[in-house]
């Protein structure tokens, strides 16, 4: 397994930007895809975006499509999460997510893909 840990979360209002990271700690692991999910107070956890390692595919969400955009460092074996255009509806705790699979697009919206997971950060988005 291996360590996530994300940094970046905290308060906007709505239409501002915030940018989170998740760090994979170093190791063997296999970077197959990193995934980002959220959980809104008493909702299930949702598919948020994720991006293929090897060759930087993404996939998102359709509410965050366009609004939001992830990357990756791979010496720092980090991703980003550039988020943009807040709305009150992102308001969530966000986690990363680590496969050792290089998912395709079409399994990256699902958590049962996924072997580990950061503890969260919690993103308040008010008007």
């Known amino acids: 397994q291996v360590h996530l840990e994300e940094f970046g979360g905290g308060s906007a209002q709505a239409g501002d930007s915030l940018r989170l990271t998740c760090r994979a700690s170093?190791?063997?692991?296999?970077?197959?895809?990193l995934g980002w999910f959220r959980q809104a107070s008493g909702q299930e956890r949702e598919f948020v975006g994720a991006i293929r390692w090897r060759d930087g595919t993404t996939e998102y969400s359709d509410s965050v499509k366009g609004r939001f955009t992830t990357t990756r460092d791979i010496t720092g074996r980090t991703m980003n999460l550039q988020m943009n255009a807040l709305k009150l509806e992102d308001t969530a705790v966000y986690y990363c997510?680590?496969?050792?699979?290089?998912?395709?697009?079409?399994?990256?919206?699902?958590?049962?893909?996924?072997?580990?997971w950061g503890q969260g950060t919690q993103v308040t988005v008010s008007s």
């Open positions: 997510a680590h496969s050792e699979r290089p998912l395709f697009t079409t399994q990256m919206a699902f958590p049962e893909q996924y072997g580990s």
């Open positions: 170093a190791g063997t692991t296999r970077m197959g895809a």
